[in-house]
């Protein structure tokens, strides 16, 4: 019996041997030299930034919309009827190009008589002119009563006033026939046909189409009151670059310069309405399309900027990680300013010397031993 207990007391003794070391080695006391009871955790890899400081321009953004400089509809100044379409439905055209023809005959026929008109009282002006020098010499030698002298003279006025007003007339009718041409009275792009061939247009009847410039064109939009200060000081200082953004378009392919700014602020609204003029030398821009413009007003200087990967969020608001002392992840809350590509200008909360941790932010916390990667 004694036996029996001594064995027990050995086996007990030996059970809590074996559970020692294992704890003893779980705590890695043994391989690292440790605190016995020390929690064990290894370095996360974590790939590190530089902060970035450079000088960069500072935009004010806004949504906008195109607008034509000059849209006016194709009318007809005299009556006759269409008689050709030179240039197709939504065409591009030159200034003085002809789009229209209206029968001419009737205004070339007018033309023709006023003509005659004016031929008829030339023969007579010159009869006028050759019998009044005649009776110049016969009036001086007392042959010729100053009665009939003076007759001569004013036939001679009359014949000359005829002559000015055949000549008025011939003016008119050129003109009249010159409208039966329609032309381009700028570079512009044509509309929808409205007056087929063999429509009868009248003088301040329905347009015949439309023609819209499409280069330069307006873009305009509402900037805020509260902007209107940093614009102004920015237009009094040079020309306002404009850079236009379509719908889904992250690079400008449009460029221009802010050209007008309103004199009164919308008193519902608190915005004015200000234009910039661009180009649009490709034509790609159509009035009444919605777009995006961003204004250059200032630039900068020492900016500090990481990627916006390298930000975090929560209740406190936006955050990084740097790599702090002993390799320690530092959470620091921070500001934020304008953006520049794939980097954000950080107002507050870093310096120019951090590194900022820009991967495996899921996989860490505040005082996580980080293992910095180039």
């Given at each position: 019996m004694r036996n029996w207990k001594i064995g027990l007391a050995a086996a007990a003794v030996i059970v809590?041997?074996?559970?020692?070391?294992?704890?003893?080695?779980?705590?890695?006391?043994?391989?690292?030299?440790?605190?016995?009871?020390?929690?064990?955790?290894?370095a996360m890899p974590v790939p590190v930034v530089k902060i970035v400081k450079k000088t960069i321009p500072i935009y004010l953004e806004y949504a906008a919309r195109t607008e034509s400089i000059r849209n006016i509809a194709l009318q007809a100044k005299v009556s006759g009827y269409i008689q050709k379409q030179h240039v197709a439905d939504g065409a591009d055209v030159k200034k003085g190009d002809l789009i229209y023809t209206i029968d001419p005959r009737d205004f070339q026929a007018a033309l023709d008589q006023v003509k005659a008109q004016l031929q008829r009282d030339t023969a007579a002006l010159e009869y006028a002119k050759?019998?009044?020098?005649?009776?110049?010499?016969?009036?001086?030698?007392?042959?010729?009563?100053?009665?009939?002298?003076d007759q001569r003279t004013s036939a001679l006025r009359q014949a000359e006033a005829a002559i000015a007003m055949d000549e008025a007339t011939v003016r008119t009718a050129e003109i009249n026939l010159s409208y039966t041409e329609i032309r381009a009275p700028f570079d512009g792009r044509l509309g929808r046909n409205q007056a087929p061939i063999g429509t009868l247009v009248?003088?301040?009847?329905?347009?015949l189409n439309t023609l819209v410039q499409l280069s330069p064109i307006?873009?305009?939009?509402?900037?805020?009151?509260?902007?209107l200060t940093e614009i102004q000081t920015a237009r009094a200082a040079g020309n306002i670059v404009?850079?236009?953004f379509?719908?889904?378009?992250?690079?400008?392919?449009?460029?221009?310069?802010?050209t007008f700014l309103d004199n009164a602020v919308d008193r519902a609204t608190g915005t004015i309405v200000a234009r910039a003029t661009i180009e649009n030398a490709d034509l790609s821009l159509l009035p009444g399309q919605f777009v995006r413009i961003r204004l250059a007003?200032?630039?900068?200087?020492n900016a500090l900027l990481v990627p916006q990967t390298a930000l975090g969020s929560n209740q406190l608001g936006k955050y990084v990680y740097v790599v702090g002392e002993g390799n320690k992840a530092d959470l620091r809350l921070v500001s934020l300013g304008p953006t520049e590509g794939n980097l954000v200008t950080i107002l507050k909360g870093v310096s120019e010397g951090d590194q900022v941790i820009n991967g495996n932010l899921q996989k860490i916390g505040p005082g996580a031993p980080v293992h910095p990667l180039p």
């Open positions: 809590v041997v074996v559970v020692g070391v294992v704890i003893y080695r779980s705590t890695g006391a043994g391989a690292t030299g440790g605190p016995a009871g020390g929690p064990g955790m290894m050759a019998n009044l020098d005649r009776g110049s010499s016969l009036a001086k030698s007392g042959y010729l009563a100053q009665d009939t002298f009248s003088v301040g009847g329905t347009p307006y873009v305009s939009f509402n900037p805020s009151e509260t902007d404009a850079d236009i379509l719908h889904g378009e992250k690079d400008s392919h449009h460029k221009g310069v802010l007003v200032r630039e900068q200087p």
